[in-house]
């Protein structure tokens, strides 16, 4: 049973051949992040090390990706940099989806009462702040490292997740199941986490998996400007940064840890689009 | 009405359209450096402030390129047997740029400005002036407290400022009592000199623009520079385009080692190296854990791979040995020299206090985030100092931000990566301005040493005023600030200068390429009377793109 319900949803999944590929993309991704000190060609390259001799070395068989100014070889940075990009993604949604939800949901539930103003008003505040300037301002009062630019990312990203429930949750709340549960007396927790919750389920993991991609684009863009993970451990925003200084001589510094933000966003993209259309065909 | 307003609009941008391209074909010197700079003589000390006051102040001497100095607004002077009065006979007839006259009040003025100020360059008189006195419109004498040897050169840091003119500025409320606040405020973007050069417009966090003063008492040659501006920004991709673009004439040298292999490429453009007696320090907080242990931080001198830095990230530069520059009249050439050896290192982190206990003693390294080369030398610190078990966090930060955080002892980090460059030509200023308590919280001594016997000693010799003997106590100082290791002494640095040599003549680049010595007081390479620039070369340039 379990398995021919599997098979369908492959099915659907598969129709849409991007889908397939952002499959491949993010499990390619995750594979090389997980096994980084195993596949990277020099995986002491990404802590503390330098050889001028071999710095600014073109993109060669030795160094499938050329070596920084550094000396460094750009592909086993890049490898050991989807680490704290992943890690940054997935802390992240972490935090942020249970704090959002059960935001969106208490707010949303009791409308017009004053949870529903304080929290809503609250979500507005944060939401009326460009956001990354709210990052770039919390991480650079903190000191910078990943952790507190994962805070800053998760700070300013909670709102949104408030504000889609909460959506959701007014037109759930006057559902007849939701009624009929509060007719026999069943407990708030239970309406608000075993009757709504459910239902919000497929939009909430759509957002997630598409969110993968924009948290790690602005975790990139917090280490492009230096308020990430700290050298000498590889980020690759700050591999990015590191080698806009040398373009265009130096070309291959900057453009591999550029090609992976892009690869990783676009990974994350396709495969959240092939689950939203998972969900919407279920529902059809 | 309107028509009026229409022509006066008319007219405006007619003049500006020519004012622009007039501008375009002048004689203008345009350099690079980091922001802050200030043309106060009283507060400038760094490179930029230094390079900004020497054009636009006279002094007593002028520093010649082979490190001696030759009258300039003092015609001659006597000195007394003992060394402590000293007699300046000043030039008659030398304006200031208001059209005022230049007298022996304004010399007084100016020193008694600098030291109650006590900022910039004061620390170097503030020892040892007990007075100073104006005996007539042209004589001035100079009392001292005590012999020092290199009062002469000295003196090349002694701006002057017009009296009358500070005065006229003086902002009321200020810290100085009756003085206000000794027209701080106004000479932040004005200037109350006599120089070759005046301040047309100073816009801060921006550039300094200067144009030549038409009756400068000596006459300067056609084809000096007729205006300068300095640009505060050493972001290598600007600095790049306006090289190529000719919009830019003199480089920073605070550029990368690829930025100049990239613009030598560029014709017309060449590299010029001077070693200008500046060295490139690793300083260590003398009074924090774990770097106050001196076996601690001669592990760290063992580790470090000097030959890297000087080969492969600055190349042409030499190891340093000891903390000053072997450029400089009294450097020891004896001294002993640190080279990596890592089982020396293990030795001596052996005998430290924190031997057993690094994890708890983690080293923050602050590098300079003007100089993206210094990060080169931070992440190799890194890896060498991980090589012994020692953590080492690497930490970008500002310049303005390190000069507000190494003023107290609480608030300046570990180590730091920074260059230094003496004041004047002698180990003595290096010695002094370096590990003398009295530069402990500025950026050039960010290792809060207070080492009283050093400041003995270091006192002593430039108190002596025989040259041979005052060099032999330069010497020894040498050795036990080397034996002490307060800092981590890496390479002495040229300037490396990316400069348009298709067209315009610089002094300070050529000496260096005929393998003559440059002037070793730092700003004075700049100085822009020694400049050449021929317009219509540059025109030339431009055509062919």
New interface residues.
């Given amino acids: 049973m379990r398995r021919t319900r599997l098979g369908r949803w492959w099915y659907k999944f598969s129709r849409n051949p991007l889908s397939v590929v952002g499959l491949v993309i993010v499990a390619f991704i995750v594979f090389c992040a997980i096994f980084a000190p195993w596949v990277a060609p020099y995986p002491e390259h990404a ?4 050889n ?2 071999e ?2 070395k073109p993109p060669s068989l030795t160094h499938p990706f050329g070596t920084d ?2 000396g460094r070889d750009v592909l086993s940075r890049v490898f050991f940099a989807f680490r704290s990009s992943l890690l940054m993604g997935v802390v992240v949604l972490a935090i942020v989806v249970p704090v959002g939800v059960t935001l969106g949901l208490l707010a949303g539930y009791f409308k017009e009462s004053w949870i529903d103003i304080l929290i809503m008003r609250i979500t507005d505040i944060f939401l009326s702040v460009p956001p990354l300037i709210l990052a770039l301002a919390i991480t650079s009062v903190l000191k910078p490292n990943l952790t507190n630019a994962m805070i800053a990312v998760s700070v300013m990203w909670w709102p949104w997740y408030t504000r889609l429930v909460y959506g959701m949750a007014t037109s759930l709340r006057n559902e007849y199941f939701v009624q009929s549960a509060e007719l026999i007396g069943a407990s708030k927790f239970h309406i608000l986490f075993r009757e709504i919750l459910p239902n919000c389920v497929s939009t909430i993991l759509t957002k997630m998996t598409l969110d993968m991609g924009w948290v790690i684009l602005i975790g990139a863009a917090l280490s492009f400007v ?1 308020l990430g993970e ?3 451990k590889p980020a690759l925003g700050t591999m990015v940064a590191d080698g ?4 265009p ?2 070309w291959w510094i900057s453009v591999f840890p550029g090609l992976a933000i892009m690869l990783i966003v676009l990974g994350f993209n396709l495969l959240g689009d092939g689950i939203g259309d998972l969900f919407s065909l279920e529902e059809a | 009405m309107k028509k009026l307003v229409v022509s006066m609009t008319l007219v405006a941008c007619i003049l500006l359209f020519v004012w622009a391209s007039w501008a375009d074909s002048s004689k203008i010197v345009r350099f690079t450096e980091a922001w802050p700079t200030y043309i106060d003589p009283a507060i400038a000390a760094d490179f930029s402030s230094s390079v900004s006051v020497a054009n636009l102040y006279d002094t007593l001497v002028f520093p010649t390129y082979d490190g001696e100095v030759v009258p300039h607004l003092a015609e001659s002077w006597e000195v007394s047997e003992d060394g402590l009065t000293y007699t300046f006979y000043l030039r008659k007839g030398v304006k200031f740029h208001n059209g005022e006259e230049l007298k022996a009040e304004d010399v007084v003025f100016s020193m008694e400005r600098l030291l109650t100020i006590g900022q910039g360059y004061s620390y170097i008189f503030k020892p040892i002036i007990e007075k100073v006195e104006a005996l007539d419109d042209y004589t001035v004498r100079f009392q001292l407290k005590k012999p020092f040897g290199p009062f002469l050169y000295a003196l090349v840091r002694l701006y002057i400022l017009n009296k009358d003119e500070v005065l006229a500025h003086i902002e009321p409320t200020g810290e100085y009592g009756a003085m206000g606040d000794y027209g701080k405020k106004w000479l932040l973007t004005h200037d109350a000199g006599s120089g070759p050069y005046m301040v047309q417009e100073m816009r801060l966090e921006e550039y300094l623009h200067a144009v030549r003063f038409p009756e400068y008492w000596k006459p300067l040659d056609p084809d000096a520079p007729s205006e300068f501006k300095y640009i505060g920004t050493t972001e ?2 600007t600095v790049r385009t306006l090289l190529s673009k000719r919009e830019l004439e003199i480089s920073d040298f605070r550029q ?1 080692a ?1 930025f100049y ?2 613009v030598s490429k560029i014709e017309g453009v060449k590299v010029a190296k001077l070693f200008g007696g500046s060295t490139f320090f690793c300083m260590m907080h003398n009074r924090k854990p774990p770097t106050d242990d001196v076996h601690f931080r001669k592990a760290l001198a063992y580790a470090i791979d000097y030959d ?1 830095i000087a080969n ?2 600055f190349p042409g530069a030499r190891q340093a040995q000891g903390p000053v520059s072997f450029i400089l009249p009294g450097h020891n050439p004896e001294v002993y020299q640190y080279r990596r050896d890592l089982e020396k290192a293990r030795e001596e982190l052996s005998k430290s206090r924190y031997a057993d206990k690094l994890d708890e003693y983690p080293v923050d390294l602050v590098w300079c985030a003007e100089v ?1 080369d210094e ?2 030398v ?3 610190i ?2 060498n ?2 090589e012994l078990g020692i953590t ?5 930060t500002p310049w303005m931000k390190i000069i507000e955080e190494v003023a107290t002892p609480e608030t300046t980090a570990h180590m730091y990566l920074i260059f230094v460059s003496p004041h004047y030509a002698e180990a003595g200023s290096m010695l002094q301005s370096k590990y003398h308590s009295s530069s402990c919280g500025t950026w050039e001594q960010t290792e809060w040493l207070q080492d009283p016997e050093l400041d003995k000693m270091i006192e002593d010799a430039i108190a002596t005023v025989d040259k041979e003997e005052r060099f032999a106590k330069y010497r020894k100082i040498q050795e036990y600030i080397v034996d002490l290791c307060p800092s981590l002494f890496l390479i002495d640095q040229p300037e490396n200068y990316a400069y348009q040599d298709y067209y315009i003549d610089w002094t300070a680049a050529e000496r260096a390429e005929r393998g003559e010595k440059v002037n070793p007081v730092m700003g004075y390479n700049h100085y822009m009377p020694d400049i050449r620039v021929y317009p219509e070369k540059r025109e030339e340039l431009l055509k062919k793109k």
């Fill in positions: 802590g503390p090390y330098v001028y001799g710095a600014n100014v550094f230096g700290q050298p000498p806009a200084k040398y373009l001589e130096y | 290598t991709a990368p690829e292999e990239a890297a492969q990230i993206p990060e080169k931070a992440l190799l890194q890896a100092a991980a080492v966090n690497v930490i970008k």
